[in-house]
């Protein structure tokens, strides 16, 4: 297995990568950083399928694997609250990251992303994982740790979340005498 995964290009949705914060239904959880992961239907998934398999194979046993160990590949339509402006078709993913383990954050030049609202619900990423198979309170699974973050390109915000100001507004040029100063106090 391999701990450098680089995933195809997504398109992201419930973006923490800036502040680690505990699930909602689960508010004294464990914090973490966490980006949602919507790959289109045409996505090579191959790559983390078979890291997938390997991880669960390496921890129950190659053929021993529990009928109910739960995906980390799953469709749209197929989660509770689905991600709007999705298709049902897409596959998410959520990867995350302990709270002592930040991940880094770039931008397509590989710049540092240092202003939290360059990174939101509806552009475009990839990110850096490793796979892992846990077993903890029954629950059986195959999960991607999240460790590195590359945003590739803007896009239109989707869901619930804040438009981007340079989205929001077009460019403005100030009409000829603005500024000017008034003679007196209500000029």
């Known amino acids: 297995m391999s701990d450098k995964i680089i995933t ?4 992201a949705a419930y973006v923490g990568l800036f502040k680690a914060t505990a699930p909602k239904e689960n508010p004294d959880g464990a914090k973490k950083f966490s980006i949602r992961a ?10 983390m ?3 997938a398999a390997a991880a669960a194979n390496e921890n129950w ?17 197929e989660l509770d609250n689905p991600i709007p402006g999705i298709g049902d078709d897409w596959t998410v993913m959520t990867f995350s990251a302990n709270e002592d383990r930040r991940p880094g954050l ?5 710049q540092d992303i ?7 619900s509806g552009a475009w990423f990839r990110v850096q994982v490793r796979c892992y198979a846990y077993d903890t309170a029954g629950n059986k699974g195959v ?15 989707i ?9 929001a507004f077009e460019a403005f040029d100030a009409p000829a005498g603005a500024g000017k100063q008034p003679n007196s106090l209500f000029d």
Do not use: C, H
């Open 106 to 110: 770039v931008d397509a030049s590989l």
């Open 61 to 77: 046993g190659v053929g021993k694997v529990p009928k109910t160990v739960r995906s980390p590949f799953r469709l749209n339509e």
């Open 159 to 167: 869901g619930k979340g804040k438009v981007p100001a340079s989205k």
């Open 49 to 51: 399928k078979a890291e």
């Open 114 to 120: 240092i202003d939290d609202s360059e990174v939101y």
């Open 38 to 47: 919507a790959f289109p239907p045409n996505a090579d998934l191959s790559v």
């Open 143 to 157: 999960g991607f740790g999240l460790e590195n973050v590359q945003k590739t390109r803007d896009d239109d915000p």
């Open 8 to 11: 195809p290009e997504f398109r």
